[in-house]
């Protein structure tokens, strides 16, 4: 608790205490001390430890049809109807008013809402953080709507929960994966066991995973010669 405090401390004022009842379990309990910093608990390895929502530039393992158990993918969808909140209220106890205080963040694209949610939350004592924590739940809302599941073997074990991954099954509009049979570092020309669909005026990109099963940066890739 105390290292994830540090690492969570340029994120604003909060609060200093937290009264824990003895009928509650730890995993509990801490709930409310992540979610200011839009963070989980998790166990990992046998340590209770913490995983906080923020930008991975590089992915840890990638997840193909070479990979991925037949018949084990599956996607749900959360779709966006009339009742979807398009507005979220938040409500934090403000340490300068000492009293509830509200701030409100519009999902993306949204400039007269009309379905607000209220969340009142605890351990938020600033209004700049606050702001942060409103503007990044409507975010979440409108762009986290997609939820696959798949089943895989001992490169599961490569990424732990929080991790980012590639996933691209067979499947249309999820990208496209394949082998590297042959290179020409002369001519930097890569030859492909399946071959990819280009779309004319559109950059590309193509990841390689290494032998170690670390993935490369996004490498720019164009149609070859043949």
Known sequence: FLSA??????????????????????????????????????????????????????????????????????????????????????????????????????????????????????????EKQALREAAYLAAVNLYRRKFPKWQTEMKGLLAAYGSAVIFSPALPGWGQSGDITDYDSSTRVAHLSEPPIFTPGVTHFITVEKANGQLSIAIPVAPGPD
């Not at 430890?49 to 969808?77: E, F, K």
């Not at 009742?83 to 963040?105: G, H, L, M, S």
């Open 5 to 126: 405090s540090v690492r969570g401390a340029h994120l604003g004022p909060t609060s200093p205490v937290i009264i824990v009842a003895p009928c509650v379990t730890s995993m509990s309990a801490s709930d409310p001390m992540w979610q200011v910093g839009s963070a989980v608990a998790c166990p990992r390895m046998g340590v209770f430890t913490m995983v906080r929502d923020q930008y991975q530039g590089l992915p840890v393992a990638q997840y193909t049809t070479r990979d991925i158990v037949p018949g084990s993918t599956m996607i749900n969808y959360a779709l966006i109807t009339p009742e979807t909140a398009d507005q979220v209220v938040y409500e934090y106890f403000d340490n300068r008013a000492w009293d509830w205080v509200q701030v409100k963040a519009n999902v993306p694209g949204v400039t007269t809402p009309v379905n607000p949610v209220i969340l009142r939350v605890q351990g938020i004592t600033g």
